[in-house]
Every structure is written in structure tokens, then in C-alpha cells.
């Protein structure tokens, strides 16, 4: 029997006794070979995928022994960029890269040039760094509100390399606010189950117990859940502005009055809507206050490399006060190595990325930023409309730029797969089966928002007409959602990593 046909016969078993069915059979010898032969199977789908240099290139397992020529070098990677920046150049691809027009990135690499050498962590060295890192806290806050009143008068933040790191950071410092102020030694956090993956990591790096909570048909998190929650160990609770899976904004003036009731730590993650949301106010869509104008968030993750339009590598992390940002930082007193401190996770850190990142707030502006916002959400409503003539997709909930699709009558993984064939890379989500598009700038060419409509068309149309047509990575996609050993699924997303770093 394959891992398939067992996955759909023990699908109706809860979660606790699938962990306990799984521990026991697990290596039981027959069913070992069974989940390799499954591994195995889903790595060479991918495999293939990974490594299209593999004739291409030479092979460098070990340092050359004679350096090669920068020229070459250099021909070489610029050969890779040519085939790789079509996709995503051309607009095929949900979020990756939110801006990409040619004059941008070009500025940007200027800046980086200039400051390649640059790190942060010698601020005596790199003033440059610090002016930099000071002034997009800076503009960020005053973007999510501080200022308005003066209980937000001292909103502070950091630099940091991206979401996962502002989040990260963000909950070691509840943890420890927790740990010296209140004496909790089992903290816990409260995450809508929609929230992005970087909280579960902050939960295993740091040792906080996340507790889910569900969200509603509309893919929000659901207050009652929320409510419920709370006890005495809860150090922070979190919501979206908006949802990576769904682009839903989950009820965030609700929840953190409710948080800042009970004298918890409210997080707005707002990774994804940090550059959107506040021009998307300015131009009169409908869109909620999720800042520091509300009494009740503390923190906030804002991401400068999606919708911030810098080059990979930066996010901003809020908070409310600086004590609060004080439990964030690193010191270090007794070390042979003498005073040593660091704002984040890293030590050493790429000026660099910085400056190209003060850059790029600069260059947008105020004006340039509301243009691209606009830009973005006509395409979305341009795309959501055309979407409402192909009656086999529904929309999942009530979002704004971020769309996801999902279907009652055909599979939606089919239909990403048929979108795949046309080119389209785009993000397949489960639970329940859908997959999304991140609309950034790449989507507002002309002719961008068409092409994908017309490729939904019949890509819907070609799962209706071949419904379980093989060869894809739908099945995989099925299996990975519905297999009940969620153990055996994180082998195999171990195994992807291997498969990454093998040459
Ligand atoms: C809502 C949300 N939060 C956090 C993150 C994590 O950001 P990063 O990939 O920069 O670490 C993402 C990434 O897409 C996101 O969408």
C-alpha cells in the first residue's frame, strides 16, 4: 500500500494519536523502506528542478587550485542571472522580488558598492551606518503612527536582516520582559494559526510554548479563541496586517485592546503590509489601523526588503518603549574579548544593506511609494474581478492584494501546476488547499494582470476537462497536507534541505 492510500485511510485520526502511531512504526523495518521509497520519490521531482547548472558549470568541490579569473567569474554568474531574472522580471512570479525595475536595482547595487565594506558593528569606524540604521527606524515609525499621541511618542526600533530575524527578536524580548518583570519561567505566546512560520521558530530557538488559536471562515483569528488563551504565562499575543497565506487582517484593534487589558505584549506582525497599509489609508481604500495608534501594540515587524522596495536582507522591528526594546539587546561584560554588545542576532552585519535600504526609502518618498501602492491595488481589483468569471475558484476571504485561491469542485494544486506549465511561479498553501499570489510592482505592467487571468482560465479549464492528470507536483502537494504523520512530512522537508546543499 502506498504512503497515498494509508495517508487517506488514517486521515480521520487526531493529531495526538497519529504522533503516537507514527513514533511506533516509524522504524519498524518494512515501513522505514516505504517512507524512503516516498522520500525518495519526492526528491526526484525536485532534484531535477534544483539544479539545471549541473552540466553547465564546473563543479568546485574543493578551492581551485590557482584562482580563477574574475572574468570568467564574473561571465559566469552573469550567465546565471540572465536565465534566472526572466521570470520574475517579466512579473510570472508572487512576491520574491517587489520592485525590479532596472534603474532601481542598479541604484541600489551603487549604494551597495560604496558601502560594501561597511558594518555596523564598528559604529566607531562606520558613522555613516549608524545615520543610516537611525533614520529608516525612524522613518518607519513615524510611519506606523508614533508621534500621534504621547504614549507613542517613543516608539524605537532596530535594523535587522528581515521578518524572520524583527520576529525573532521581537519574541526573546517578551520572553525576558517576562522573566524579570513578572518571574514567568514558562512563557507563552498566543499565535492565529494563519501567522507566519517565524513565530513557530521563536517558539523552538527560545523555549516559549505557542499556543494556536483558530481562525474564522474569514481566515482572522478568532477572538474567542484569542480570549480563551490568555492565562497567566502569556507573555505576547500576536496578529497579522495583513496574513502571508490569505492577505487577511486579522481583528488587531480588538486583540491588542484585549492584550493590553490583561497587561500582555501585543505584536503586529506587519511584515507584508508595512510599506502598503499606511498608503493604502492615505488613498482611501478601506484598510485597518493595525500601528501604534492604538493603545495596545507594542511591537511591530516591518519589512524594508518586500514592499520598502530594498534589496534583500533588511526589516525593521518596533517597539512601544525602549525598556521594552532593552530586553531585544545583547551585552556582554567579562569577555577577554572586552565590551562587547549587539542590537540583533548577528554580530558582524552587512552595512551595506543598509545604506541600500536608507537608499530606497529616500528614493521612493512619500509620492513614489503612494504611485506603487495604487499601482498595486488596481491590479489587484483588476485581477479579483476578472477571477469572479471563472466560478470553479473562490476567493478565500476578504483580502486586499494578497489573493488566494481555492476551489469546492476541482483541485486547486492541478490548477498550480497547469499555471506552472505557463511559467507562473506561484505559492502553494494548504490547510485548507489553495495557492496565492503576492501582488508587487512586477504585476502592474501592462498586460501582466490579463495574462494571468487568461492563464487561470485555462489552466481551470484543463483540470475540469483531465481532472487527476499526473506528472506534477500536485500530488506531492496532496500528500504533504493530508499525510496524518506530520513527522514524516518534516523528514521529507529535512531531506529538500539535504538535497539543497548537495553537489
Ligand atoms: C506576514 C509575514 N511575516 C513574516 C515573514 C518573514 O519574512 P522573511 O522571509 O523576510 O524572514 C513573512 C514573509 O513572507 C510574512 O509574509
Known amino acids: 500500500m502506498s504512503i497515498e492510500k494509508i495517508s487517506s485511510k488514517l486521515s480521520w485520526l487526531p493529531p495526538s494519536a497519529a504522533r503516537f502511531i507514527e513514533k511506533r512504526v516509524k522504524n519498524v523495518p518494512r515501513v522505514k523502506k516505504m517512507i524512503d521509497a516516498e522520500n525518495d520519490k519526492a526528491m526526484a521531482v525536485l532534484e531535477h528542478s534544483l539544479r539545471p547548472y549541473d552540466n553547465k558549470f564546473t563543479k568546485h568541490k574543493t578551492l581551485p587550485a590557482t584562482g580563477v579569473s574574475r572574468e570568467k567569474i564574473l561571465s559566469d554568474i552573469q550567465h546565471m542571472h540572465d536565465v534566472e531574472s526572466g521570470r520574475w522580471k517579466d512579473g510570472f512570479v508572487s512576491g520574491g522580488i517587489y520592485h525590479g525595475d532596472n534603474e532601481h536595482i542598479e541604484f541600489l547595487n551603487k549604494v551597495y558598492a560604496l558601502q560594501s565594506q561597511s558594518n555596523p558593528l564598528h559604529s566607531d569606524l562606520f558613522p555613516s551606518a549608524t545615520k543610516f540604521e537611525a533614520e529608516i527606524i525612524s522613518m518607519v515609525a513615524n510611519l506606523h503612527g508614533k508621534g500621534t499621541s504621547a504614549d507613542n511618542s517613543s516608539v524605537c526600533g532596530t535594523v535587522t536582516s528581515g521578518g524572520t530575524e524583527s520576529i525573532l527578536v521581537a519574541m526573546k524580548a517578551y520572553r525576558d520582559r517576562a522573566r524579570e518583570e513578572k518571574g514567568i519561567t514558562e512563557p507563552e505566546m498566543i499565535v492565529p494559526t494563519t501567522a507566519h512560520a517565524a513565530f513557530d521558530k521563536a517558539s523552538q530557538y527560545f523555549n516559549i510554548k505557542q499556543v494556536k488559536v483558530s481562525v474564522t471562515g474569514d481566515y482572522i483569528a478568532d477572538m474567542n479563541a484569542v480570549k480563551r488563551a490568555i492565562n497567566n504565562n502569556t507573555v505576547v499575543i500576536v496578529g497579522s496586517a495583513p496574513t502571508f497565506p490569505h492577505g487577511a487582517f486579522d481583528p488587531i484593534k480588538e486583540m491588542s485592546a ?246
Open 258 to 503: 484585549l492584550a493590553l487589558k490583561n497587561g500582555i505584549g501585543f505584536h503586529t506582525d506587519c511584515c507584508l503590509g508595512g510599506f502598503v497599509v499606511p498608503f493604502a489609508e492615505k488613498l482611501g481604500y478601506k484598510v485597518p489601523v493595525v500601528d501604534f495608534r492604538l493603545p495596545g501594540v507594542t511591537s511591530m515587524s516591518v519589512d524594508t526588503h518586500k514592499y520598502g522596495y530594498a534589496a534583500k536582507g533588511t526589516s525593521v522591528v518596533l517597539y512601544r518603549t525602549e525598556a521594552l526594546r532593552h530586553y531585544q539587546f545583547y551585552t556582554l561584560t567579562e569577555w577577554p574579548g572586552g565590551l562587547y554588545f549587539s542590537p540583533t542576532l548577528a554580530g558582524s552585519r552587512p552595512g551595506a544593506l543598509s545604506a541600500a535600504c536608507w537608499a530606497s526609502l529616500l528614493a521612493m518618498g512619500e509620492d513614489g511609494f503612494l504611485k506603487a501602492t495604487k499601482a498595486i491595488l488596481e491590479t489587484a481589483d483588476k485581477i479579483k474581478e476578472g477571477v469572479k468569471a471563472i466560478p470553479e475558484l473562490k476567493l478565500l476571504g476578504d483580502p486586499v492584494w494578497i489573493l488566494a485561491f481555492g476551489s469546492d469542485t476541482i483541485n486547486p494544486y492541478e490548477v498550480l501546476d497547469q499555471m506552472g506549465k505557463k511559467n507562473w511561479n506561484l505559492n502553494g498553501l494548504h490547510k485548507p488547499a489553495c495557492f496565492h499570489i503576492a501582488l508587487t510592482l512586477r504585476h502592474t505592467q501592462p498586460g501582466v494582470a490579463e495574462r494571468f487571468i487568461a492563464d487561470l482560465k485555462e489552466s481551470v479549464a484543463f483540470v475540469k476537462a483531465n481532472p487527476g492528470n499526473k506528472g506534477g507536483l500536485a500530488p506531492v502537494y496532496g500528500m504533504a497536507a493530508s499525510l496524518p504523520f506530520r513527522g514524516m512530512v518534516s523528514d521529507i522537508l529535512k531531506k529538500y534541505l539535504d538535497v539543497i546543499y548537495k553537489l
